[in-house]
């Protein structure tokens, strides 16, 4: 089974930035297209950036644009959220999905096989 390890999150001030972490076990990452997506309390899980496989051509929330970046590392089988100019609003958990399927960077949470247990990210105004 594939499992996804999320790390990064914190409490953080208005205007600070973090990057997230999420490191993928197994030997077949490099096939995946990866994203990220975000739930607030009493909110649905929104998708925040998305990655293909062979890292071009990333896709991110509106929301998020010119703030956040995903990237990755074949190598090491992980991928990255650098998140800048936090807000308020940004917090939320923070989950990364695997999609083992597509190679694409969907923004739709179903086309998701795995997922991680996420990392909360808190931003104080």
């Known amino acids: 089974q594939v499992q996804l390890v999320e790390s990064g999150g914190g409490l953080v001030q208005t205007g600070d930035s973090l990057r997230l972490s999420c490191a993928v076990s197994?030997?077949?990452?490099?096939?995946?297209?990866m994203g990220w997506f975000r739930q607030a309390p009493g909110k649905e899980r929104e998708f925040v950036a998305a990655?293909?496989?062979?890292?071009?051509?990333?896709v991110s929330a509106d929301s998020v644009k010119g703030r956040f970046t995903i990237s990755r590392d074949n190598a090491k089988n992980t991928v990255y959220l650098q998140m800048s100019s936090l807000k308020p609003q940004d917090t939320a958990r923070y989950y990364c999905?695997?999609?083992?399927?597509?190679?694409?960077?969907?923004?739709?949470?179903?086309?998701?096989?795995?997922w991680g247990q996420g990392t909360q990210v808190t931003v104080s105004s």
């Open positions: 990655i293909p496989k062979n890292g071009d051509s990333a």
């Open positions: 999905a695997a999609d083992r399927r597509t190679g694409v960077p969907e923004t739709r949470a179903r086309y998701y096989d795995y």
């Open positions: 197994g030997r077949f990452f490099s096939s995946y297209a």
